[in-house]
């Protein structure tokens, strides 16, 4: 069983549970002469789960962290090999044009589309409103959270100010009632 998947698991374990090193260790004396079916089912009888969900494949829906589209949603159309992939907007909906682009520069979401290798962008935009992929990343606490950073970045001076002003009165009440509460 050396060179299968079994043997991933096994490091899985001597990686991501340090305590358990010895588990291995205990079916051989030498690390190299192990089958590792004990390490395959010790994994699978602990019921522990695999670490990843987000898998780079064809319909995965992305979000550009770097370059000239940073910030828009685009979906991997096709792999290119282990370091770039193609991906797609439709330009229609996010702006985003077809074009190979490195793993480095996008940050796979939750999102994925039903659609074939190298899908043209009619069938692409089809796929996006049938699955209304727009709405659900606007639901999520990722595009609310960036969504707030960006207000964050265009408040005026005058803006941040008033936010201060609100953050102290709140604080205020809160420290009254709390004060309340505890007499």
């Known amino acids: 069983m050396k060179g299968t998947i079994?043997?991933?698991y096994c490091v899985v374990l001597r990686i991501w549970n340090p305590e358990r090193v010895n588990d291995h260790r205990s079916c051989s004396s030498n690390v190299d002469s192990c089958d590792y079916s004990h390490c395959y089912?010790?994994?699978h009888s602990t019921g522990e789960k695999m670490v990843f969900k987000r898998y780079v494949?064809?319909?995965r829906v992305v979000l550009i962290n770097y370059g000239?589209?940073?910030?828009?949603?685009?979906?991997i159309i096709d792999i290119?090999?282990?370091n770039k992939c193609l991906i797609d907007g439709p330009a229609n909906l996010t702006g985003v044009t077809r074009q190979v682009i490195p793993y480095g520069r996008i940050a796979l979401t939750d999102l994925t589309v039903k659609i074939s290798r190298n899908a043209r962008q009619k069938?692409?935009?089809?796929?996006?409103?049938?699955?209304?992929?727009?709405?659900?990343?606007?639901?999520?606490?990722?595009?609310?959270?960036?969504?707030?950073?960006?207000?964050r970045a265009t408040l005026?001076?005058?803006?941040?100010f008033k936010v201060?002003?609100?953050?102290?009165?709140?604080?205020?009440?809160i420290a009254k009632k709390m004060k309340e509460l505890s007499a």
């Open 6 to 8: 079994v043997q991933k």
């Open 41 to 43: 089912q010790t994994f």
């Open 57 to 59: 494949e064809v319909g």
């Open 68 to 75: 000239p589209d940073a910030g828009k949603l685009a979906t």
């Open 80 to 82: 290119v090999d282990q």
């Open 123 to 151: 069938t692409l935009t089809a796929a996006w409103t049938e699955g209304d992929i727009q709405a659900k990343w606007d639901a999520t606490s990722w595009a609310k959270k960036l969504a707030s950073k960006k207000k």
């Open 156 to 160: 005026s001076d005058f803006d941040r």
């Open 164 to 173: 201060m002003v609100a953050r102290k009165q709140k604080s205020s009440i």
